[in-house]
Structures are given as C-alpha cells and as structure tokens.
C-alpha cells in the first residue's frame, strides 16, 4: 500500500496556474506509474495526465494539452501537475493515483491504479 498525499490546490482567477505536488511513501517509487484524475460535482472522476517511470512517457488528456504538464521527481518520491492557463471547468477535486508496472507505461484508466490520494479542490474563478 502506498500512501499518497497531494498538496498545491486552491483558489485562482481564470489564466493563472497552479502546480500540484503528490508525495509518495514508497521506496519503489521510481516503479510505480503515476496519474492525475479529477472529479467535478455530480460527475465521473477522470482522467488528466499519466507519466510512467521517467518523464519521458507521458500523455495527457484532450481537455488539458497544451496547458498542464506532469513531471515527476524520482528522488524526491514526488509527482507534479503544473497547470497554466486554467479555466473554471478545470475546477475540481484532483486525485493523485500509483500503479505499480514492471515496465515502463502510463495509464488513462482509473481502475488501473490501486493507489489513491485523498484529492486537494482546485477552483478557478471567472
């Protein structure tokens, strides 16, 4: 079991950015894909962005290219989702999640994870 915990929600107007960070307590980080979800109220959690072992495998939702970015730090155990030119629909509750892989992938399905985090609200104001 892995514990995850994100931080780096809040309040922000519509343009601006927010990075959020997903620290993992596991000493196999660097084995674990990593996502970000998101649900809104009254709809599905979905998926935002995935990375595998390195940044180098990543992909993104359709919704959110071109403006938010994962990267992760395999040292600091840590995940990010820089998020830039935000929109009020990208506001939700955001969910960092782990799935151990014994090779390189990400995922876009959410019942791939087995590791949730409690989630942090991200609101963007008009």
């Known amino acids: 079991q892995v514990q995850l915990v994100e931080s780096g929600g809040g309040l922000v107007q519509a343009g601006g950015s927010l990075r959020l960070s997903c620290a993992a307590s596991?000493?196999?980080?660097?084995?674990?894909?990593m996502g970000w979800f998101r649900q809104a109220p009254r709809k599905e959690r979905d998926f935002v962005a995935g990375v595998g072992w390195t940044d180098s495998l990543s992909t993104y939702a359709d919704s959110v290219k071109g403006r938010f970015t994962i990267s992760r730090d395999n040292a600091k155990n840590t995940v990010y989702l820089q998020m830039n030119s935000l929109k009020p629909e990208d506001t939700a509750v955001y969910y960092c999640a782990a799935h151990f892989v014994t090779s390189t992938y990400y995922s876009s399905f959410r019942n791939d994870y087995e590791n949730w985090g409690q989630g942090t609200q991200v609101t963007v104001s008009t």
């Open positions: 596991t000493r196999t980080f660097s084995r674990y894909a």
